[in-house]
């Protein structure tokens, strides 16, 4: 297993693990930052004296107990469906790509493409907030028109690793994919 650290289109520092399971099985998991204690608290700390002047002001202990339960949901909630600690890809030549999302609370959301269904992966670029951004996708190919396109999956959603790790990724699947329009089919 092989990590190396890049950085996000943000510029946090992110992880990238390889792990190759045979020559047409790949793992590729991006690593994105933890939750820190410090923002944690700190965003806690706000929130509860904000709520605590409220209660200086109107004189009403609810402005508190409120305050204390909708940082607390507020905090699961975050946890469980929108902090996501690893993104995972893993390629396999002869079956699909899985792509997985595990979440600071110890979920994970599962995706399957079968191999008969995907077209190609490409690096794609997108404007955001006056900056151009690049991003991995999976071109799913349309059951109808062989040559046109059903879907367009974006991976790593979460994490946004810059081009050069992107770049990295792409080259690992691209040996898959190859391997397998190289190798005939069998019925």
Known sequence: MEERWYRSASGARIALRRRQH?????????????????????????AWLAAYGLFVLTENSMVLSAAIIITLVGLIVYLHFVKIDQESLLVIGSLGIQVTSSYASGKESTTFIEMSQVKD???????HMQKVIYYLCILLQDPG??????????????????????????KS???ILEQRKTVPQSS
């Open 173 to 175: 699947c691209q040996e």
């Open 145 to 170: 028109d062989p040559q046109g396109l059903s879907e367009v999956v974006p991976l790593f959603q979460s994490s946004k690793p810059r081009l050069d790790c992107l770049i990295e990724v792409y």
């Open 121 to 127: 992966v490409v690096i794609n670029e997108a404007i």
């Open 22 to 46: 045979s020559a047409s099985c790949r793992e590729l998991a991006v690593r994105c930052p933890r939750l820190r204690l410090r923002s944690l608290s700190a965003t806690t700390s706000a």
